[in-house]
Each structure stands twice: as C-alpha cells, then as structure tokens.
C-alpha cells in the first residue's frame, strides 16, 4: 500500500473541495438564506449522493483494468486532458461570485438533503470527473481495484464533508468576507487552474 499516493489523493482532495464551484457555492447559498443546520443537510445530500458515482466507477473501471492495461492507461490520458479541460474553461470565465440569494428558495432539511442528493446523482459531470480524478491514485498491486476505489470514494466523500460542512458552519462570515473583496473571484479562479493543471499532471505521469 502505497501511503504516499493517498496523502496526494487526500491533498487533492481537499484542493478540489475547496475551490469555487457549483456545489460549495450552494452549499455557502443555502447556509446564508436558511440557516447552517440547512446547509449541513444539503451537504450531508450531495455527499451522499458520491457513494453511487463510487460504485459505478468501481465496477466498471475495475473490469477495464483486468482487460487491458494499455485502455486503463487511455482512461487516466483522457482524464489528464478533461482536467486540462476544465482549467482553460475556467481560464475563460469572468472568476466572478455571484452570490445574490433573493432567487434562493427556502425549503426543510428533507428536501435539501434529497435535492443535494439527486443533484449529484443525476449529473453526469461527476461520473465523467471521477473517472478523469480517480484511476491515478489507485494505491496497491495487490488490493483489489474494487476495494481500492471504494476506499478512494470514502475518503472523498469524508475530505468534501468536512469541507463543505465548515463553508456551512462559516457561511457568515465567508459570504461577507467575499463580498467585502471584490478581487477574490481573480485568485480563487487561479487557484481552480492550478489545482485542475496539478491534479490532471500528476494523474498523467503516475503509473498503475
């Protein structure tokens, strides 16, 4: 077992939790308009919602690994380019946080907590960056590669919560401190490229 591969996957974890996107955004938003406990319960859904993109990944990506090394191979090439990818789109955007709450909806615990989850479920952007984020971390050549991207999704999903769960409990203090920099959104979008740029390397020069 590899601990130096899991210390980078939990690093990059961590990095991608933290960076600015749709899901902390509504996370940060839910928390401001309805409260923290209302914001823990759509993290608590999005979390959750991780275990079937885990799941799916392990299954099928598992089965392309005993088939073939050179298409497992492909798999992790194609997901250094997606990461890549998603740093030019980034590089496109205007970098700046919207973060008005008047079209903010409040709603119960319940219906946040299955809205996040169905949120993550549904969207296939999640499946398509698990398969790009996951295959460069597998971190044995003994442990099945089931087990492997299950420990993988676990300790994901363990990195987002607390993450996610701390913008919630600071959703206060974080949304006036953004609103009181108007430079922020630049070093945050920078901060996205370069966490997309390291990952989609490291992924990319890592071997099986």
């Keep these: 077992m590899n601990y130096e591969i899991l210390s980078a996957f939990i690093i990059a974890s ?7 996107g749709p899901d902390n955004i509504y996370v940060l938003m839910q928390s401001v308009v309805n409260g923290k406990k209302y914001g823990l319960a759509t993290v608590g859904g999005l979390v ?10 392990a299954f099928g990506v598992s089965a392309i690994i005993k088939e073939s ?26 970098g700046e946080l919207q973060l008005g709450n008047g079209n903010v909806p409040k709603k119960g615990l319940k ?7 169905i949120m993550n479920v549904l969207n296939p952007k999640v499946t398509i960056f698990y398969l790009a984020f996951f295959p460069g971390f597998l971190f ?12 993988l999704g676990l300790i994901f999903m363990c990195v987002a919560f607390i993450i996610f769960a701390l913008i919630a409990l600071l959703s206060g203090s974080i949304s006036n401190f953004i609103k009181g ?23 990319l020069l890592s071997n099986k």
Excluded at 48 to 57: A, F, I, R, W, Y
């Design 140 to 151: 044995s050549a003994t442990l099945n590669p089931i087990i492997q991207f299950y420990v």
């Design 14 to 20: 961590a990095a991608l939790a933290i960076a600015p």
């Design 48 to 57: 959750s919602g991780c275990l079937v993109h885990t799941t799916l990944l």
């Design 181 to 203: 920099h108007a430079n922020l959104g630049f070093y945050l979008k920078w901060l996205q490229i370069l966490v997309f740029i390291g990952i989609g390397l490291y992924i």
């Design 111 to 117: 219906q946040l907590f299955k809205q996040g989850f």
């Design 69 to 94: 090394d050179r298409i497992f191979f492909l798999i992790k090439l194609l997901g250094a380019i997606y990461l890549f990818y998603l740093a030019i789109k980034v590089y496109k955007s205007d």
